[in-house]
């Protein structure tokens, strides 16, 4: 989460990741205005990160004045890095101990011979506000069906009949399923819905981006294939296979591929669960009769727009709608010999 112990100077850390012996990667939100220079303490002295922006796109909205980063910590010192990390600024004299998760490839990882836990995960975007909960039940089952055994579900808010859903879904998968809340950044009381002072007005598209990268560090060498589609959206395989078959059969034709690129349809379906009151009352026979709506009621630009489902541990950086970073194949695949592309289409 992000605690107040975790805000240093306009810096609000949500987590760290070891994703290698001597790297660890830092997801954090950083106030633009302050520009402060993040700093880790690498066992013999504070040492600077270099940093990544996560929303590339942010700096087209002038008034989002809050955005994402991934630094990483080059370690010197292997021997120093456990199951935390000491941060600090260049204009701090404060230092705070941040728990790192250990994403590191598991020993003697080879991409072809590694089992994965799961086959076919999803991360599904912040939850803001959320008051249908039938979309939620949707959600779930068609994953279920579609074979996904892993979710990672971010929430901020929802209504209670949405949080019983999630409550509901979370005792069915246990472990299986990951609740990482995403809280508002920390704000003093007094500060709270002041446009100039508190962080949670200004963060460019809500910490989306910030989130979904989230959520592929969390799922390397755990989940094989990670979807980010959205809460509203379905997939379509047109020769009616399963989406784990296409994916493998996918990465037999190009083994090192690090994300299948969707076509992305609007598509009009009949809202048969507007008066569902309990979840026994909800259907899915709308799913045989949606349709593509005319093309002069789509705007033109959505038209050209991509989804992805990509392998979490071959990615850096990434959006919605694309991969916008790969991660160099050779730290990843043993004796590899030849570069294929990284990206094809499904």
Known sequence: ????????????????????????RILYFQNIALRPILKFWNGATWAELSQTRVDPLMALFLRCEVEAHIG???????????????LSTAISTEKHRVKVLDVRPPPRFGAVEYHYPHKL??????????ADWTLFVQYFEFWLASGATKFYIYPHSASRP?????????????????????????????????????????VFQVGIHAAINDCLLRARYQVKYVSMLDLDEILHVPNGNFIVDELESLALDYPEMGTASLQWVYAEQENENRDARFPHEIGFDSFASIKKPAKNRVFSVYTDFRKVIQRPERVILTDIHSTLLNEPLVSILADEE????????L
């Open 162 to 202: 949405v949080k019983a859903i999630l409550d509901f879904y979370q005792r069915k998968l246990g472990s299986n399923m990951e609740i990482i809340a995403w809280p508002d950044l920390p704000v003093s009381s007094r500060r709270r819905g002041d446009f100039h002072h508190d962080p949670n007005t200004r």
């Open 1 to 24: 989460n992000f605690s107040g112990r975790q805000n240093i100077d306009g810096i609000y850390v949500k987590d760290a990741y070891r994703t290698a012996d001597n790297e660890i």
């Open 121 to 130: 995960g999803v991360c599904l975007q912040p939850i803001y506000y959320h």
């Open 72 to 86: 990483v910590a080059q370690l010197v010192n292997i021997s120093n890095a456990t199951e935390s990390i000491f």
């Open 338 to 345: 030849q570069k294929m592309r990284m990206n094809s289409e």
